[in-house]
DNA sequence: ACAAATATGTAATAGTATTACAATAACAAT
DNA sequence: ATTGTTATTGTAATACTATTACATATTTGT
């Protein structure tokens, strides 16, 4: 890997077939929800799903919901590179729905307390789960 | 359930037994593992476990790990009632290490996010990966 | 004592992820 | 252009995690 930036057409072709599954979903999907979408495209077994789930994610390009087992698109263009320790989810319980956010003050008391406890920081898993602002409306 | 606390003499011999071996443990145990330690007191099947880790977890009395799909005895005779939203662990990557905090400088961020983006927020998962203070020094 | 609710036992199945091995394609350096 | 190297793909088998369904027993409240 000579660059640290990635965009489509630096991937493989099964890398691309399980990031246009995902970009085009409008929410999570599971890895095997993936494998049978890309069935008709020739995929057989999960490990070419996970497989390529694993460079993508390594790439910045999909996250992993590890409270869903499920990984989405990331919405945010600049996730690639440091920002692993930054990203967080709202996870709507009733629709289902994931939003991905990136907040400042919580990125700065996690660092603050990682340092203040020595704990060298790779990457957060923050996901939060409740209701969002559509199904409490409703 | 009459009371809002539980100690020991609360739970069933089930949920005596996996509480006991989570306790017993020095980090997190898969449900597949407590399954194992627990065959020679008569478990048979995966469903006592999980059984008894839905009430534990419910009762606060153990967490689960989302990024490990593994369970620990909850550290803070607190995290029983409200603090679904505040707990968080770090989890060390070289040594598996797990510790259990509560920073208030992150519950507060999270909620103040939470406000801020009207997202009624019941529970938080929050995992920080990364290598401890101990496996650093080596 | 009885009904209702809770807890348990057991088997089967569903869902998620990895190991192992073989083959192929991409690519840099001679 | 060939060779050696690395990355990617294909396939099968297996391991790990969790739930559904159904039967039985125990506890609790009245």
Redesign the interface.
């Known amino acids: 890997m000579t660059k640290h930036t990635h965009d489509v057409s630096d991937l493989t072709k099964n890398q691309a077939l399980v990031m246009n599954a995902l970009s085009s979903a409008n929410g999570p999907l599971s890895a095997y929800t993936i494998l049978d979408e890309l069935r008709e495209h020739g995929f057989r077994a999960p490990l070419q799903v996970y497989r390529a789930l694993d460079k993508l994610v390594e790439f910045g390009l999909v996250h992993r919901l590890?409270?869903l087992n499920a990984f989405v698109a990331c919405r945010h263009p600049s996730c690639e590179g440091e920002s692993k320790e930054a990203v967080l989810f709202?996870i709507c319980?009733k629709c289902g729905n994931v939003?991905e956010?990136i907040?400042e003050?919580?990125v700065?008391?996690?660092k603050?307390?990682?340092e203040e406890?020595?704990?060298?920081?790779?990457?957060?898993?923050?996901?939060?789960?409740?209701?969002?602002?559509d199904c409490?409306a409703a």
Request: aromatic content about 4%; hydrophobic content about 35%; glycine content about 6%.
């Open positions: 590890e409270s709202t319980e939003q956010l907040s003050s919580v700065k008391s996690l603050g307390l990682a406890i020595e704990f060298s920081l790779k990457e957060s898993v923050i996901e939060l789960r409740g209701i969002c602002t409490k």
